[in-house]
C-alpha cells in the first residue's frame, strides 16, 4: 500500500506556470501514476499518466503540449509541469496510482487503488 501527497497547488494568472509535485510514502517504480483534475460540479477527469519506470506518457488532448508528466522513482514522486495556463485550467489536481492497471485502462479514474488528497489549481483570467 502506497500513501500519496500533492503539494505546489496556487493561484496564477492564466499564461502562468506551476509545478505540482506527488511524493509517496514508498517505492513507486512499479506503479503506473496519473494525475486527474476535478472543477466543481464537473466529475474527475484525465490529465495525463506514466508508465512504470520513465515512461511512456499520455495525456488528454487538453492539456497536450502544455503539460508534462514526469516522476522520479529514486524520490519516490510525480511531477506535473504545467506551462501557459487558462482559466480553464481550474481544478483541484489529484495524484494517483496503480500497480495492476493496463495501459488501455489509464485514463480511467475508477482504476486507480491509490489516491492523494488533492491540491487546489486556480487560474485568474
Known amino acids: 500500500q502506497v500513501q500519496l501527497v500533492e503539494s505546489g497547488g496556487g493561484l496564477v494568472q492564466a499564461g502562468g506556470s506551476l509545478r505540482l509535485s506527488c511524493v509517496a510514502s514508498g517505492s513507486t517504480s512499479r506503479y503506473r501514476m496519473a494525475w486527474f483534475r476535478q472543477a466543481p460540479g464537473k466529475e474527475r477527469e484525465f490529465v495525463a499518466a506514466?508508465?512504470?519506470?520513465?515512461?511512456?506518457?499520455y495525456y488528454d488532448d487538453s492539456v497536450k503540449g502544455r503539460f508534462t508528466i514526469s516522476r522520479d522513482n529514486a524520490k519516490n514522486t510525480l511531477i506535473l509541469e504545467m506551462n501557459s495556463l487558462k482559466p480553464e485550467d481550474t481544478a483541484v489536481y489529484y495524484c494517483?496510482?496503480?500497480?495492476?492497471?493496463?495501459?488501455?485502462?489509464?485514463?480511467?479514474?475508477?482504476?486507480?487503488?491509490?489516491w492523494g488528497q488533492g491540491t487546489q489549481v486556480t487560474i485568474s483570467s
Open positions: 506514466i508508465n512504470r519506470g520513465s515512461g511512456p506518457t
Open positions: 494517483a496510482a496503480s500497480q495492476t492497471i493496463i495501459l488501455s485502462s489509464m485514463r480511467g479514474p475508477d482504476n486507480y487503488a491509490y
